[in-house]
């Protein structure tokens, strides 16, 4: 956890005017176009933000407190701010800050999404003792912030790493390989099934490397490495546009810094080059 960010879910009393706040407008956060690591005040957009608004506390930055708002229409904002789309940010803003504005847009997600009761459609309010939960003012049903684990994975060969591009990378990028957990599955078998299905071949010696939470649109990405056991590349047209076995120092475009599919290529690239050394 990053220092600078202390979490908490409630906040009594107004809202200072110092207080940073995190606006969305769909995918897009209101930051410093020169500095995007920059984010504006609660005086700077307390006059523009719609009273129907609700903001969420996300604890305290740098010692003052922070929120986050959401608003269907972006709205001009005297002084240097501009609406950037989340994923431009990546790789701009700090690991913690990205972080911080990847859970401020899933809370929000959340709160949109879930302004109805899923069992009777009456109209929810956020818990009044504290919790990050949203409850239903008619039958009482509770609804958390929802998360979607997923695995990510890299399969070794040597010195070669499987890579595939996706039909949504137009840019010609590479990444690892990833697909979401279904119900009743461990992340290791959703990793065999998944490697099985986008392209054909078998795994074995999964290891676990690490996780990273990603905002798009609210997932919790578990990253593993494993060894190819052999089969033939047979790709999943629908979902895959190319694969193949790259080696370590022959690579294809890759994804940016800061994600978990370019932290798991760079331990690979790291690994081989200290066999080799």
């Known amino acids: 956890m990053d220092e600078r960010h202390q979490s908490a879910v409630s906040f009594s009393g107004p809202i200072p005017y110092e207080a940073g706040v995190l606006a969305f407008s769909g995918s897009r956060l209101l930051v410093d176009a020169a500095q995007p690591g920059r984010f504006p005040s609660f005086i700077d957009l307390a006059a523009l933000i719609p009273a129907e608004a609700q903001l969420h506390h996300l604890g305290l930055w740098e010692g003052r407190p922070l929120f986050t708002v959401g608003v269907e229409q972006p709205f001009m904002a005297d002084g240097p701010w501009a609406w950037v789309d989340l994923r431009r940010l990546l790789g701009t803003l700090d ?3 990205f972080q911080l504005a990847g859970r401020a847009s899933q ?18 309010r956020l ?6 939960l949203l409850v239903c ?10 998360i979607n684990p997923c695995v ?20 010609g990028m590479f990444s690892a390989l990833a697909g979401f957990m279904e119900v009743g599955e461990s992340a290791e078998q959703t990793l065999v099934r998944e490697v099985r299905e986008e392209v054909g071949v078998e795994i074995s010696g999964i290891r676990y490397f690490a996780s990273q939470p990603w905002p ?4 919790l990405m578990l990253g593993f490495i494993a060894e190819y056991a052999g089969g033939e590349l047979r790709l999943q047209e629908d979902e895959i546009a190319e694969a193949g076995f790259f080696h370590y120092t022959d690579l294809p475009l890759l994804p940016p810094p800061g994600s978990i599919a370019r932290a798991l290529i760079d331990h690979f690239i790291a690994e081989r080059r200290a066999h080799h050394a």
């Open 216 to 219: 798009f649109p609210s997932n």
């Open 107 to 124: 809370l929000l997600s959340w709160a949109q999404d879930h302004r109805h009761c899923g069992r009777c459609a009456a109209v929810t």
């Open 152 to 171: 990510i994975a890299i399969v070794t060969r040597g010195d070669e790493v499987l890579l595939a591009r996706s039909h949504r990378f137009t840019n």
């Open 137 to 146: 003012t008619g039958c009482g049903h509770g609804v958390y912030p929802r």
């Open 127 to 132: 818990h009044e003792g504290g919790e990050r």
């Open 95 to 97: 690991d913690a800050l």
